[in-house]
């Protein structure tokens, strides 16, 4: 612990109305640490979830593309030819 970055801990009490609300702010955010999602609470006012789900397909996609594509530049590269030769 002689070489942490932040050597100063805070602690507060709260209500049990205000316990529910932040844990219910906190597993809306997504994030799996409580001392994050504070900390960025702190700095910023504000901790948001964006939704990535989209580019995860958009990667799984590219990644099929790019399969495709080294496979016909391995057959051009090893054959000479494009096209299967029947």
């Given at each position: 612990m002689a070489n942490r970055n932040r050597t100063n801990p805070v602690q507060f009490y709260l209500s049990d109305d205000e316990q529910y609300i932040l844990n219910t702010k906190f597993k809306a955010s997504g994030m799996k640490r409580m001392s994050a999602f504070l900390r960025k609470l702190i700095l910023y006012g504000y901790v948001y979830d964006v939704d990535y789900s989209y580019l995860r397909n958009y990667n799984t996609e590219l990644g099929r593309i790019s399969s495709n594509?080294?496979?016909?530049?391995?057959r051009v590269n090893s054959t000479g030819n494009i096209y299967q030769e029947a």
């Amino acid at each position: 612990m002689a070489n942490r970055n932040r050597t100063n801990p805070v602690q507060f009490y709260l209500s049990d109305d205000e316990q529910y609300i932040l844990n219910t702010k906190f597993k809306a955010s997504g994030m799996k640490r409580m001392s994050a999602f504070l900390r960025k609470l702190i700095l910023y006012g504000y901790v948001y979830d964006v939704d990535y789900s989209y580019l995860r397909n958009y990667n799984t996609e590219l990644g099929r593309i790019s399969s495709n594509l080294n496979q016909i530049a391995k057959r051009v590269n090893s054959t000479g030819n494009i096209y299967q030769e029947a």
